[in-house]
């Protein structure tokens, strides 16, 4: 009973405590992130000033500043995957070839000649490779479906370009970990889609399906996950929306005909 009263009278004078300082109680509400509109508001840099390192290649030029491809990919997000990831993979890369027969060829030619047990050659000539091929296949206000050859050959290889896109869609899902999604010739002229794990792509020597890429879509974790979290089929959705098929049309174009 004595330790009730206690309690009691302590409670009360704190209350007049709090009154004679004219202090308030503050209420405590749980502010939510910021949606991924609401984070593409703020431009950090542009991509005109990253700049890899003296050597034999040198970054492509993103075509587009990093608010452009909002919302479907943020500004944050292009900025770090283009100024940090795209930016060590050329630099890896140029380190990697100095001084070997492989320093003056294009990167194509070290893709097809690498030997797929240098892991250092092997991932940064294909991250080089497989993300300036990935920025090229986006475009600001783009989309839509291809028209011309490439949409005959859709048609003709898949039987539309819906089943094109339900396939395409599903081989990126069921990419497990990192790696990446393609649509590409293979060595008889015909349009294929597969994926690869890791900076894997089809002109390597050990790739399943071997062929020319046309499209790509990086299914790395850097690429999607500040703007989707786990929800990656939602990036790859947006991903339909920032397609260049103009620029898809001209890497089918520049591939020989059989």
Not at 134 to 140: D, E, G, L, S
Not at 226 to 250: A, T
């Given at each position: 009973?004595k ?22 109680l ?12 609401e ?25 587009y ?19 940090k ?94 790696g ?19 900076q ?53 174009d ?5």
């Amino acid at each position: 009973m004595k330790n009730k009263f206690l309690l009691i009278l302590i409670s009360f004078l704190l209350i007049i405590s709090l009154s004679c300082n004219n202090k308030k109680l503050i209420e405590v509400v749980e502010v939510p992130l910021p949606n991924t509109a609401e984070q593409t508001t703020t431009i950090i840099g542009s991509p005109d000033d990253v700049r890899a390192n003296e050597g034999s290649f040198q970054m492509e030029k993103l075509p587009y500043t990093y608010d452009a491809l909002a919302p479907s990919i943020s500004s944050t997000t292009l900025e770090m995957h283009y100024s940090k990831h795209y930016l060590t993979y050329t630099n890896n890369l140029n380190k990697a070839v100095l001084g070997t027969p492989l320093e003056n060829l294009t990167i194509e030619e070290v893709l097809t000649k690498l030997d797929p047990n240098v892991a250092a050659l092997r991932n940064n000539a294909g991250g080089f490779y497989n993300h300036s091929l990935y920025w090229k296949c986006m475009a600001p206000k783009a989309g839509g479906q291809p028209t011309n050859s490439l949409a005959e050959a859709i048609t003709r290889d898949f039987g539309s370009f819906e089943n094109f896109t339900t396939l395409f869609k599903d081989e990126a899902t069921k990419q497990f970990g990192s790696g990446w999604a393609w649509l590409l010739v293979d060595r008889t002229g015909k349009l294929q889609v597969t994926n690869t794990s890791n900076q894997d792509n089809p002109l390597m020597r050990n790739a399943l399906v071997s062929g020319t890429p046309l499209l790509a879509l990086d299914l790395w974790e850097h690429a999607y996950y500040l703007d989707y979290q786990y929800r990656r089929k939602n990036y790859i959705d947006g991903f339909f929306n920032v397609i260049n098929w103009k620029k898809v049309q001209e890497n089918y174009d520049a591939v020989p005909k059989k």
